[in-house]
């Protein structure tokens, strides 16, 4: 059976203050929650909540990582700098790192291998635009950026990986994909991996959705067979609305 994983990225968002506070307030709330829980804020807070997530139920995330260990590349932060905070899982591929920050998928297979080679969880980040689920490509983006994303992943490898299934056109625009939408492409995704893993790594691996997911529509999402989980933005933000969903059963 797999567990939910449910996991807040606060982007660009929040001052340091700010940034304990919230996690001072996830904490109290998720201390016996039923789920896997994890919450990435910005670099500049990473040191701050990692302080205060350090020994509870909820792990610390970053929202993205260099492609190399070290060296010259100004303003990049490396896994080796990570880890020094006490980051355990790692956000690669996003799509506002595709789309805005022109990030391709050997880049992103590039800093998956890294942070596995360094041991650290890694969030896998697919999705299709608009225009790409019009023209009916949405499975073909989706299949793409897996297999490309995953490129030289070991089987041992993988049981550290989630793939986060983030329709762009749902991403922070209110726009939530029906329960049906989402699951179609969640159950495609796994037979991907059932074809490039085999069916164990396929049962087990954890596929979160995200785009626009909140309290009101966690429940319906979170019923289907294969959404495991949430990667959730706008509705991280908050306590009082990123606890309903972290609580969801
Ligand atoms: P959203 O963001 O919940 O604000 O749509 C999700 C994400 O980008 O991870």
């Known amino acids: 059976m797999r567990q939910y994983f449910i996991a807040g990225n606060w982007k660009m968002h929040k001052t340091v203050p700010e940034a304990q506070a919230l996690a001072q307030e996830l904490v109290k709330s998720l201390k016996d929650g039923p789920n896997k829980y994890m919450i990435a804020p910005s670099f500049t807070a990473l040191d701050a909540v990692s302080k205060i997530v350090k020994g509870t139920n909820i792990l610390l995330g970053a929202q993205n990582m260099s492609t190399d260990e070290q060296g010259a590349h100004t303003g990049e932060v490396s896994v080796l700098q990570l880890k020094d905070l006490g980051v355990q899982v790692v956000i690669l591929g996003h799509s506002e790192r595709r789309h805005i920050y022109k990030e391709d998928d050997a880049m992103i297979n590039k800093k998956v291998k890294l942070a596995l080679a360094h041991g650290l969880e890694v969030i ?93 529509n966690c429940a319906g999402l979170l019923a289907k067979p294969d959404i495991d989980g949430g990667l959730i933005g706008g509705a991280a933000l908050k306590a009082d609305t990123f606890t309903p969903i972290a609580l969801c059963k």
Request: net charge negative; charged share 30%; glycine share 10%.
């Open 124 to 216: 896998l980040c697919i999705g299709e635009l608009l225009e790409e689920r019009e023209a009916g490509k949405a499975e073909a983006v989706c299949e793409e950026q897996t297999r490309k994303g995953l490129e030289g992943i070991s089987a041992e490898e993988l049981k550290k990986v989630t793939i986060a299934y983030e329709p762009v056109w749902a991403i922070g625009t209110g726009k939530v994909a029906t329960p049906e939408d989402a699951e179609a492409i969640h159950a495609y995704v796994r037979k991907v991996i059932a074809d490039m893993y085999g069916k164990e790594a396929a049962e087990n691996i954890i596929i979160q959705y995200g785009g626009s997911m909140k309290a009101e």
